[in-house]
């Protein structure tokens, strides 16, 4: 730790929907920053004018406000060290290199795309590791000015050392050592006048009084040029932790072959954001090595970054499905009712009246509450209870060990018993159910899944007598005639 308050930030780079391991990043820091009881800050890094995406800020900053992340400094939240857009901040990033350049630690480079291909392509076949050749390092005062007269736009290129290892301690993966040699100069302001990722992130961890850098991985073998710059900026730096990659389950890097990788995906398909968050904060950090459920405050009071990780961590969708299911099931009947209801008004047909009546649905989704696992497989799960005719093959109906003679005597006398009765309540219909399989010699099951296939249309269905409850008694009796015409009208 540092004696410094805990500062962290997220930083996102507009340029698409919110891949969840870079929300897992945002993450780890707001549950660092809530545990310190120190600040989270989001900044946009938005420096990449051909990779910026409209509207792309908007997403990521709605896929935190839906988990819950706010952010104490940044967008809509302001604060003390703002802009917190870096395309806001253009002027201290140019002073920033024009500092490093009157000092000797940056210098232009007027080499084109064209030569820096051609560059590459012989270091390729030379096979040589790759990166800028340093060409314009040692550019006389007469080439300057005749690459200036020319009107060739250069780009500012820090001067890396040459020899050497740079070292430093990282909070997750410990002693990380590089060699130099390996590393080249890297950009710190496009042609454009814009500045890379590198010189602005470094500006702004160290303006922005940033303590610790909570980042992925890939990020890792940038650190010894963000400390040498750093070094040359008269900054010091602060500390790093590098998170561990995010694979899918063939341990292969987590991307859309995978499945669904936007957190906004994730929310369309009707994953509950306290799952989603337990969930995210469990690819790479535990409590211990059994833990599955935690609350959010939970994980605010345990979280540290001993317990994370080296190794990768999986994304495993089906665990993510049951912790879903958990939740769904830790919900009240009237708030898995309020949160299913946008899901099945989007997703039943629209030959199905809206807008759908209250009392109906309260009534129709305690009886999948149990089972589904997100969402929006609830229009999947109570279809029946809202469309008017069942699409489904005849032979559905013959349960097991049973034929079409059989079948068409169990529903036709159901029928006429269901009609006999008076009410139409749970009890009373087993009470007139389940003597009636004794009475045509079949097992309850087989009574009753024929019944079930006749009045849903499936074979997997909530309990049948409280289904054929909220169904009422006309429904039952116009699907049951129904089922048996379809028998009768099936080749035998
Ligand atoms: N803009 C970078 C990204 O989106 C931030 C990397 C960092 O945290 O330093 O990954």
């Not at 999986?314 to 299913?340: C, D, H, Q």
């Not at 999948?368 to 008017?388: C, I, K, N, Q, S």
Request: aromatic share 8%; proline share 5%; charged share 25%.
């Amino acid at each position: 730790m540092t004696n410094k308050p805990v500062r962290v930030r997220y930083a996102p780079s507009p340029t698409g929907h919110p891949h969840v391991g870079n929300i897992r990043t945002a993450l780890f820091n707001w549950l660092f920053a809530r545990h310190h009881g120190g600040g989270f800050i989001v900044r946009i890094e938005d420096t990449d004018t051909a990779r910026t995406v409209a509207g792309a800020v908007e997403t990521i900053l709605g896929g935190l406000k839906w988990l819950g992340l706010d952010w104490d400094e940044g967008p809509d939240a302001g604060g003390d060290y703002g802009p917190y857009y870096q395309s806001e901040r253009l002027k201290i990033y140019t002073e920033a290199a024009g500092r490093l350049i009157v000092q000797g630690d940056a210098y232009h480079c007027y080499c084109s795309p064209q030569r820096l291909k051609e560059m590459r392509e012989e270091q390729a076949r030379q096979k040589q590791p790759p990166g800028y050749d340093r060409r314009c390092r040692s550019l006389s005062a007469e080439e300057k000015a005749g690459c200036e007269a020319k009107g060739m736009k250069p780009v500012v290129r820090f001067k890396f050392p040459r020899e050497g290892v740079t070292e430093f301690n990282d909070l997750i993966r410990e002693k990380v050592k590089f060699e130099n040699a390996l590393i080249d100069d890297i950009v710190l302001i496009k042609s454009d006048g814009y500045p890379t990722y590198h010189l602005a992130s470094v500006v702004d961890d160290h303006l922005m009084q940033i303590s610790h850098v909570l980042r992925a991985e890939e990020w890792l073998s940038s650190t010894p040029r963000h400390l040498k710059l750093y070094k040359a900026l008269g900054y010091e730096p602060p500390l790093f932790a590098h998170l561990p990659m995010l694979l899918g389950s063939d341990r292969s890097k987590l991307s859309k072959r995978h499945g669904a990788v936007s957190i906004t995906e994730y929310r369309e398909q009707g994953y509950l954001p306290a799952a989603m968050l337990n969930f995210l904060a469990l690819l790479g950090w535990s409590l211990d090595d059994k833990t599955e459920i935690l609350t959010r405050q939970e994980l605010i009071d345990s979280f540290t970054l001993e317990r994370v990780n080296k190794t990768a961590a999986i994304f495993n969708t089906e665990k993510l499905g049951w912790m879903n299911g958990v939740y769904i099931r830790a919900l009240s009947p009237s708030e898995f009712s309020r949160l299913a209801l946008p899901f099945l008004d989007r997703g039943l047909p629209p030959q199905v009246k809206r807008p759908l009546s209250t009392d109906y649905v309260n009534r129709v989704l305690p009886l999948v509450h149990e089972r589904a696992r997100t969402l929006a497989e609830v229009p999947d799960l109570t279809d029946f209870f809202f469309t008017g005719s069942l699409e489904y093959a005849a032979e559905m109906l013959i349960a097991k060990r049973m034929d079409r003679e059989s079948t068409l005597k169990a529903l036709e006398t159901s029928l006429k018993r269901l009609e006999a009765m008076s009410g139409f309540g749970e009890d009373a219909l087993e009470a007139v159910l389940r003597p009636l399989a004794v009475e045509l010699g079949l097992k309850a099951g087989q009574l009753f899944g024929v019944l079930r296939v006749a009045v849903t249309g499936r074979t997997a269905a909530p309990p049948l007598f409280q289904t054929m409850t909220v169904l009422g008694r006309e429904n039952c009796l116009k699907r049951l005639v129904e089922a048996t015409t379809r028998l009768r009208q099936m080749a035998k």
